[in-house]
């Protein structure tokens, strides 16, 4: 319960913080620039350093991000191996541009910079440099990184992050580059939502408390030894976002108009400016004026965007941005620079930069403990007088149905109707270790309420994983549970969760859908209510039941009919909405309404067999001894050999489809290599959050030559 106790006393601390804070102005400069994987040797003085005179500053921090350090081709994603070598050439680059070894009048001296910290990932690359007078205020220095590109996970597009401790505030700066396409706007937002969620920095629990205490971070985050993105006083997001013109333009009327420098019919039809007008991305970021020509996309080694008639012919665009985000307080943060540099010009792209003046805290540790003693003093006062009572809105509930892959949250409201300070949590039922069932999250699972304060709002989520449908469909789960919130010295309180699943085809058996002609969602989970609505089921034959799933017949017609030829079909994500609504009309079998991509249909695709509760190919049917030249005609037979009838026909479709993938190989960029690693990996895919021993990734890179082998021999 001291936790508990802390974490109210932090949240007034939280409230007090310019009691005890002093301000001083501090400034940033903060570039970026898309290389292209381009080396040149050229002076970045210009970018990097061209502003400072004009507003007689030196910068007392300079965050620097790069994307494309490397080509982003399928080794350099896979390997990385040339990663560190890019990241120090370009590392040194900026450091002798920050610190050159004379000074304007010809004499020589020290450096003005030190290099804070760097992170990088393939093509992405962030370094951070504080003048050396201030490097002993800089604490907590930590990075991350997160890959968004091929199959949501690798690191061809992402984000690199680093986070530090000035004086007493805590700024972070994020370096993306997100999805590329003029149309693939809902790819961008997703790869935005994925850093900013999934972007984590590991800085110890005592950092956490000393940042909660300074006024800087919820007193929700005591006892965690990590904070995210949203956890800090000033955020700055830059790099190569890739939002575009809206195609309502055509590409010769934009770039007329950006040749000609005539922007004001450009600003209000760029892409990300609409996503933040609209609430679908960068929710809460502020950015200047954009007063220059966009920066991409540029014929290297000149100021002429690229109009070669051997090139394809694209929209200019601004998609190299800077934008910045105070939660402290908006005025903390006044841009004094938004612009462009003319050099260096090796790349397709333009460097863009921004000065920004920046108010930093400086807590006053006396006045920081006086508040916090006073506030002890008081909640004192408050727990000695009787005991504890609290008010719930509701004891009961109901989440309806509730679907696949799919969260719903309802609301608890927790009111002090007592005199004195009520404490509560959140306790496991007896003989258990845990809250509640694991398709249930509660936040939070704690807190405190003084007589008359607000009431405290405790959020119920339940999520249908692949983990708990597979529960469900075996009848081993039901979407029901009770919830205990314990009132420190005083009763519980006993909250009923209920619900009904929506079933789905995902997280079901292949042995169990083709006995289903009808919709998966009108077959009763229930044994009893099965028997009496399908009183023959047990008695379907082999010769009766289907040859494969309906619903992976429907889905892979339907990638059919979007065609074979869509760039990047197996590696570019779908649109997470119109998954989701694909994924409902294989469930209830209604047609495909929306006019939903390729490369949803093929999420569906991929998710629809990695969520098998049976893989396709089952792990113990992997080969056992080393795959080659001499033995895989003989280990393929009996690999088919010793599959059950329903996977060898499931197999023999999935391998009849991806040959017809492979047709269109010249416009979808696929080869049998990748076909067979994505067949692999949907057939048979790994255990989450499991290390694999080496003998099952040997068997596992066997199984792949095998797919590989019966891709190219037509031997299925």
């Known amino acids: 319960m001291a936790k508990i106790r802390d974490a109210w006393v932090y949240k007034q601390v939280r409230e007090r913080v310019r009691e005890f ?4 102005q501090s400034s940033i400069f903060v570039g970026t620039w898309n290389v292209n994987a381009k080396g040149k040797e050229e002076s970045l003085h210009e970018w990097i350093c061209g502003d400072w005179h004009r507003h007689n500053l030196q910068p007392d921090i300079v965050a620097v991000g790069f994307q494309e350090i490397v080509d982003l081709n399928a080794v350099n994603v896979a390997v990385g191996n040339k990663t560190e070598q890019r990241t ?15 000074n304007q009048q010809g004499q020589p001296q020290e450096p003005q910079y030190a290099l804070v910290m760097q992170r990088s990932l393939v ?5 951070l440099f504080v003048k050396v007078q201030h490097r002993q205020r800089c604490k907590a220095v930590a990075s991350d990184s997160v890959g968004v590109g091929v199959m949501g996970m690798m690191g061809n597009k992402g984000g690199v992050s680093v986070r530090l401790q000035f004086y007493d505030s805590t700024i972070c700066f994020v370096c993306c580059h997100l999805a590329a396409h003029r149309e693939n706007i809902a790819g961008r937002n997703a790869d935005y939502l994925n850093v900013y969620q999934k972007t984590s920095f590991e800085i110890g629990e005592d950092i956490v408390r000393e940042t909660i205490r300074n006024g800087s971070m919820s007193q929700w985050a005591l006892g965690s030894a990590s904070v995210s993105i949203a956890d800090h006083d000033v955020i700055f997001w830059l790099g190569d976002l890739n939002y575009r013109i809206d195609e309502s333009m055509p590409t010769e009327k934009v770039l007329e108009l950006a040749v000609s420098n005539r922007l004001d019919p450009l600003r209000p039809l760029d892409q990300l400016n ?22 991409y996309k540029y014929q290297p080694g000149t100021d002429i965007y690229e109009q070669r008639p051997e090139k394809k012919l694209r929209a200019p665009a601004w998609c190299d941005r800077i934008l910045w985000m105070a939660q402290s307080d908006p005025q903390h943060v006044q841009q004094l620079t938004y612009n462009r540099s003319e050099t260096p010009n090796c790349s397709d792209h333009k460097p863009v930069y921004s000065t920004m003046r920046v108010t930093v805290k400086d807590v006053i540790l006396e006045r920081r403990e006086a508040i916090y003693k006073e506030l002890l003093s008081l909640l004192d006062r408050f727990e000695n007088q009787s005991l504890p009572m609290v008010g719930l809105d509701t004891v009961e509930l109901d989440f309806g ?16 109707t007592g005199n004195v300070c009520a404490q509560f949590r959140f306790v496991p039922k007896l003989d258990e270790n845990y809250l509640c069932k694991s398709w249930m999250t509660v936040t939070p699972t704690y807190g405190m309420l003084i007589p008359g304060e607000a009431a405290a709002i405790i959020n119920v989520t339940v999520t249908i994983d692949n983990k708990t449908a597979q529960l469900l469909n075996g009848g081993r789960e039901v979407v029901d549970d009770i919830l205990i919130l314990r009132l420190e010295n005083g009763r519980d309180y006993y909250i009923t969760v209920k619900g009904t699943y929506a079933r789905s085809c995902f997280g079901m058996s292949l042995d169990e859908l083709v006995l289903y002609k009808d919709p998966i969602r009108t077959i009763p989970l229930d044994a009893i209510e099965r028997a009496v609505h399908f009183p023959n089921e047990s008695e379907i034959s082999p010769s009766n039941a289907l040859c494969i799933p309906k619903e992976l017949w429907r889905i892979v017609d339907a990638i059919y009919e979007k065609g074979l030829q869509n760039h ?9 909405v119109e998954v989701s609504q694909i994924r409902e009309a294989l469930d209830t079998g209604s047609p495909f309404t929306s006019p939903s991509s390729a490369h949803s249909y093929v999420e569906c695709f991929t998710k629809f067999l990695r969520s098998l509760s049976t893989p396709v190919i089952p792990s113990n049917l992997f080969p056992i001894v080393e795959i080659n030249s001499e033995n895989i005609q003989s280990m393929s037979r009996k690999f088919l050999e010793v599959l059950s009838p329903v996977h060898y026909n499931v197999l023999v479709y999935i391998m009849s489809f991806f040959r017809e993938v492979l047709l269109y190989k010249e416009s979808n960029g696929l080869t049998a290599a990748k076909v067979a690693r994505i067949c692999c990996t949907c057939c048979s895919p790994s255990p989450a959050n499991v290390i694999m021993e080496s003998s099952m990734v040997q068997r596992r890179a066997g199984m792949h030559l095998i797919l590989l082998h019966l891709l190219e021999t037509n031997s299925i």
């Open 401 to 416: 149905p509730v679907r696949y892959d799919q969260s719903v949250t309802l609301p608890i409201q927790v009111t002090n």
């Open 123 to 127: 093509g992405l690359l962030v370094c």
């Open 88 to 102: 120090q050439y370009w590392s040194d680059q900026l450091l002798q541009t920050l610190n050159p070894s004379h």
């Open 21 to 24: 804070t002093e301000y001083k």
């Open 274 to 295: 609409i996503e933040r007008r609209e609430g679908r991305s960068f929710q809460g970021f502020e950015e200047g004026a954009l007063n220059f020509v966009p920066t």
């Open 568 to 576: 990047e079909l197996f590696s570019a994500p779908g649109n997470p």
